[in-house]
């Protein structure tokens, strides 16, 4: 076996068309790593400046405050998903989805959509990373690679004369469609395990995501043997293959996320932040115990403090933004259960479509699918809680202004820390 493989590498380097594939399969592995690992890289540096900056910037703004309220308006806190080790093979998500906020006590729902006001777009076909070139390049280049290694023997007159000479099918046709789908692999591979060893990814993870991307080839070499063996021109096998291909790297995901989107309508991010931004402007309007009615049905504990004696009190003020997030907390929910529920859609979906299954399942790894950057928001949330927790008792019970309480100041510690 071991010199068959060797004989029909040596074929397989003197046919000029496998050694424009594979070198291109290389050169797009090469061009796929590197600009994940640039892009990932970028996202860290921006990260790496702007918590730096953040504290910084914080003591700057709450310099010459002399109340917990104008401490609590002009400081900003900086909340962000730091990309993994992973990230760079599959960006996911993280180019659709906000991955970095900085927040103030005001409302947040404002804050969040104010970064994402379009509709959030899960489509089953990426940009261009490793995941993408695996999952939809990789099996056009197999398809390349192998259509037609019966079908030229039988143009050149010499497919009988093989099988005679071998004694059987399989001595022919394995080594040589496994020499090149193996080529193939190493073409894809090599690149992929230097930038996960300069990324210090996990050797788990990137064994995982290997032996998908050879599975996932496996497929496709199975279906390329399949139609190969048809006694017809190679043209037509071709043609054949390329369709099949089409409609399961291509036609089927772009229909299932038609499909999808039709199912579950996503409310713009926009339509939250203008309701949000309509209830809060709309609190100056109205008389402040319509305003902290609904707060104080939210926190009972604080209605003991909650009469509002001046025309401008902070408690007020900050009453009133959360109120206005109350106001668009219904339709939020909707939002991110309609992502969800797209999420869950196309994972359906991906099923009949080996590309998108590929696709999914580095997002997953890699953190960067749409259930990570959705727990991202529910971080932000969530340290945002933990802010108003913070600065209510100070409001509520007009406590004098201490700054050295500020060292209690909740602090945003991201999942991946």
Wanted: net charge negative; proline share 5%.
């Amino acid at each position: 076996m071991i010199a068959a493989l060797s004989r029909e590498g040596r074929f397989m380097l003197r046919d000029r068309a496998a050694v424009v594939w594979l070198a291109l399969a290389f050169a797009l592995s090469v061009a796929a790593i590197a600009f994940g690992i640039a892009e990932v890289r970028e996202q860290r540096g921006t990260i790496a400046a702007l918590v730096e900056e953040d504290a910084a910037d914080r003591a700057n703004a709450i310099a010459g405050q002399s109340d917990w309220g104008g401490v609590a308006y002009n400081a900003f806190h900086l909340t962000y998903a730091p990309p993994s080790d992973f990230a760079f093979a599959a960006l996911g998500q993280r180019d659709a989805s906000p991955w970095l906020h900085r927040v103030r006590m005001l409302a947040l729902e404002g804050q969040i959509h104010e970064a994402d006001t379009r509709n959030a777009d899960f489509g089953l076909i990426g940009r261009f990373d490793f995941a993408f070139l695996t999952a939809t390049v990789a099996p056009l280049l197999l398809i390349l690679l192998l259509y037609d290694l019966r079908s030229a023997e039988r143009v050149a007159g010499r497919h009988d004369l093989l099988l005679a000479t071998a004694g059987a099918e399989r001595a022919v046709w394995l080594p040589r469609s496994a020499v090149r789908f193996g080529a193939l692999m190493l073409a894809l591979l090599v690149p992929f395990w230097v930038g996960a060893a300069l990324e210090g990814a996990s050797a788990f993870v990137v064994a995982r995501a290997s032996a998908v991307v050879l599975v996932m080839l496996g497929v496709w070499w199975l279906i390329t043997d399949r139609l190969g063996r048809r006694n017809t021109a190679p043209a037509t096998i071709l043609t054949t293959l390329i369709g099949v291909w089409l409609a399961l790297a291509l036609l089927l995901p772009a229909l299932a996320k038609a499909a999808i989107d039709a199912r579950y309508p996503v409310p713009e991010g926009g339509e939250i932040l203008l309701l949000q931004r309509e209830s809060v402007n709309s609190a100056w309007d109205i008389p402040k115990q319509a305003t902290m009615e609904p707060f104080l049905a939210r926190h009972p504990e604080w209605a003991e403090y909650a009469t509002i004696e001046r025309p401008f009190e902070w408690k007020w003020y900050y009453a009133f933004q959360q109120v206005g997030d109350q106001a668009a907390e219904p339709l939020a929910r909707q939002y991110r259960a309609a992502r969800l529920a797209r999420d869950a859609a196309a994972g359906k979906a991906a099923l009949v479509s080996p590309a998108s299954l590929l696709e999914r399942y580095f997002q997953h790894l890699a953190g960067t699918d749409a259930g990570a950057m959705i727990a991202y928001e529910d971080a932000v949330r969530a340290y945002h809680a933990r802010l108003r927790a913070f600065y209510y008792p100070l409001l509520f019970r007009d406590e004098p202004y201490d700054p050295a309480l500020l060292e209690d100041l909740p602090r945003f510690t991201p999942a991946a820390d």
